[in-house]
């Protein structure tokens, strides 16, 4: 079985379409996804939509693109963690692609999800775009390594890869790692250790080769972890047990989840 690490099923284009999801998903052995929150707005709606699915789990959190929106306390996350569905916070952290400094409110809210996480123990889910170095500094000076968590949809060079793999983050590739022109990813896939692993759809953006372009869902994951088998020279099934294993021992609360 396959688990999409990554994935936004509430937004609309994914939300109205879930039946049919979720038997793509079936259909192509993908056992499990994780349903990651971007605002606060939308994470009753998300537990909500995660509650009667045995295959789905979710996050909470707030993306650092939203500017204009309802800023979570450490309180609200560790809240909002309790239920159990929720298996992880975020997605948080920087980017520094849209905008313009100051980010200093970024930078805050990154903080009180890595606070928040340290209290409930729960691993964090960090996005990060033209702000690397910012991340990574503010990840040691909070203790994020004490909780761990994915470097999500990664797109960062090696040596970012080395440091966030040395601050106890698992790596996770999505579609981006099939794209012609993704020449230095691609190597970053080929040497990040197995046992460090994660594959993810951020559906429904960045469809993976050959459906780039259109609405992606988390059964196309399977052509991520196909790409990554390619790259190594391995068989995709090992692709797909190392990676599940990742999952189920990085996201722990989902491990009892699913087998309750
Ligand atoms: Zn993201
Ligand atoms: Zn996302």
Same mark, same amino acid.
């Given at each position: 079985?396959? %688990? ?19 038997? *793509?998903?079936?259909?192509?052995? $993908?056992?499990?996804? /994780? %349903?990651?929150? $971007?605002?606060?707005?939308? @994470? ?7 509650? !009667? ?10 993306? !650092? =693109? ?5 800023? !979570? ?19 948080? &952290?920087?980017?520094?692609? #849209? &905008?313009?400094?100051?980010?200093? @409110?970024? #930078? ?12 409930? &123990? /729960? ?10 170095? =910012? ?14 968590? %994915? ?33 230095? /990813? ?5 040497? $990040? ?15 993976? %080769?050959?459906?780039? &372009?259109? #609405? ?7 052509? $991520? ?6 790259? #190594? ?12 294993? *990742? ?14």
């Amino acid at each position: 079985m396959f %688990v999409d690490s990554h994935c936004h099923l509430d937004f609309p284009e994914l939300a109205q379409d879930l039946p049919q999801i979720l038997e *793509n998903m079936s259909r192509n052995r $993908v056992g499990h996804a /994780l %349903v990651v929150a $971007v605002s606060k707005p939308e @994470w009753a709606r998300i537990r909500e939509l995660v509650a !009667p699915h045995e295959h789905l789990f979710c996050s909470v959190g707030v993306h !650092p =693109d939203y500017l204009d929106t309802e800023e !979570p306390t450490v309180e609200d996350l560790v809240n909002a963690a309790a239920d159990p569905k929720v298996v992880a916070i975020g997605e948080t &952290g920087l980017d520094y692609y #849209r &905008g313009s400094e100051p980010f200093d @409110w970024q #930078r805050e809210r990154f903080r009180v999800h890595i606070r928040a996480s340290r209290q409930c &123990g /729960l691993p964090l889910i960090i996005h990060t775009r033209s702000a690397a170095q =910012d991340t990574l500094r503010i990840m040691a000076e909070e203790g994020a390594q004490d909780v761990g968590g %994915v470097m999500h949809c990664f797109t960062e060079s090696w040596e970012v890869a080395q440091a966030a793999i040395e601050l106890n983050f698992y790596i996770s590739f999505s579609g981006i790692v099939t794209f012609k022109n993704a020449v230095e /990813l691609q190597e970053v896939a080929r040497r $990040v250790p197995l046992d460090r692993l994660l594959i993810e759809t951020d559906a429904p953006y960045l469809a993976p %080769v050959p459906y780039r &372009g259109k #609405r992606n869902d988390p059964s196309k994951v399977v052509h $991520v972890a196909e790409k990554i088998a390619d790259l #190594r020279g391995i068989p995709v099934a090992e692709v797909e047990a190392r990676s599940t294993e *990742n999952f189920f021992k990085l996201f722990s609360k989902a491990a009892s989840a699913a087998s309750t």
